[in-house]
């Protein structure tokens, strides 16, 4: 069974390019969750979808940052306009329904570099 | 504000010599405290799940503790398979489904 894929690995950009970010879950698993690690610091929260809707996006840092999930499947996030401090590495997660037993199915990440 | 701090931030040991990794948490309202291995370039990976102080899961080399202030994560014998940095991270009643991590200790055995 395929894990949850994320695309780009990698990517640079100038400040105020945009970025899009996608994450593709395990089949099947309705919680989506977007994370992130800016250098030196902890893994943080930025949303949750339960398929295609936003059950908590309070982590989300600014109205730059637009995350979507279509037909409940993938999921993408835009950064838009990109700052410095956007940098760091952007985790996806999956989980299947039903309750919440903190195991989450992590990406690899998409590490994002602001220059 | 839900917080969790582990320590050591770093620990290296040889292959072989147990040792215990500590979490400090401070949250209202425990609904779980979990315990993610990350290796380098690479996701968090499951580990365990504690929801009450008195508590403990076990796997492989591998154990978790849970009291009402902290958890151990303790390792046994450990092999230089087991390198890698250790996360722990709470949920709260205030938390909705988001997880609080640590900043994680990295872990080195040497063989």
């Known amino acids: 069974e395929a894990g949850v894929t994320q695309f780009p690995s990698h990517s640079v950009i100038e400040k105020g390019q945009t970025v899009t970010l996608r994450c593709d879950p395990i089949?099947?698993?309705?919680?989506l969750y977007w994370y992130r690690r800016v250098m030196g610091k902890e893994i943080k929260f930025l949303l949750h979808?339960?398929?295609?809707?936003?059950?908590?996006e309070s982590g989300m840092p600014n109205n730059r940052f637009l995350a979507e999930r279509t037909g409940g499947t993938y999921s993408t996030l835009k950064v838009q306009p990109a700052e410095l401090e956007d940098s760091g590495v952007y985790f996806c997660?999956?989980?299947?329904?039903?309750?919440?037993?903190?195991?989450?199915?992590f990406g690899e990440g998409s590490r994002l570099t602001v220059l | 504000e839900d917080q969790v701090t582990q320590s050591p931030e770093a620990l290296r040991l040889q292959e072989g010599e147990s040792s215990s990794l500590n979490c400090s948490y401070t949250?209202?309202?425990?609904?779980?405290l979990f315990w993610y291995r990350q290796d380098p370039g690479k996701g968090p990976e499951f580990l365990f799940t504690?929801?009450?102080a008195g508590e403990e899961k076990e796997k492989e080399r591998l154990k978790a503790t849970l009291t009402k202030k902290e958890s151990f994560l303790h390792i046994t014998a450990p092999k230089p398979e087991d390198s890698a940095t250790y996360l722990c991270?709470?949920?709260?009643?205030?938390?909705?489904?988001?997880?609080?991590f640590g900043s994680g200790t990295r872990l080195l055995v040497r063989p």
């Open positions: 997660a999956s989980s299947p329904k039903g309750p919440h037993t903190g195991e989450l199915f």
């Open positions: 089949s099947g698993h309705d919680n």
């Open positions: 979808f339960v398929k295609e809707s936003k059950q908590d």
């Open positions: 949250v209202s309202g425990l609904r779980g």
């Open positions: 504690l929801y009450s």
């Open positions: 991270a709470v949920r709260g009643m205030d938390s909705s489904y988001k997880l609080i």
